[in-house]
C-alpha cells in the first residue's frame, strides 16, 4: 500500500494517507475536513543528509491553524 502525500487547498494542511486501490477517492483534510485537495510529488524513500540511518528520520511540521 503505497503513501501518499496531499496539500488541502482550504487550510494549506499537508497530510499523509495510505491508498489500498488505485481508484479510492482522494481523502478529506484530517484539519479542517475539506474535500480540496491536491496530490503532492514527494521524495520517496530520499532521507536528509545528516539524519542517521534507523534514527526514525524526518517529521514534518504539523498543521498549524490559519489566522483571522
Do not use: W
Not at 5 to 17: A, Q, S, V
Not at 35 to 51: H, N, T
Request: aromatic residues 8%; proline residues 12%.
Amino acid at each position: 500500500m503505497p503513501i501518499y502525500e496531499y496539500r488541502c487547498k482550504n487550510c494549506d494542511c499537508d497530510f499523509e494517507h495510505f491508498v489500498f486501490r488505485a481508484d479510492d477517492p482522494a481523502p478529506t483534510c484530517p484539519t479542517c475536513c475539506g474535500a480540496d485537495v491536491e496530490k503532492l510529488i514527494s521524495a520517496g524513500a530520499v532521507r536528509p543528509q545528516g539524519i542517521a540511518k534507523g534514527s526514525g528520520g524526518f517529521k514534518p511540521p504539523s498543521c498549524r491553524p490559519t489566522g483571522g
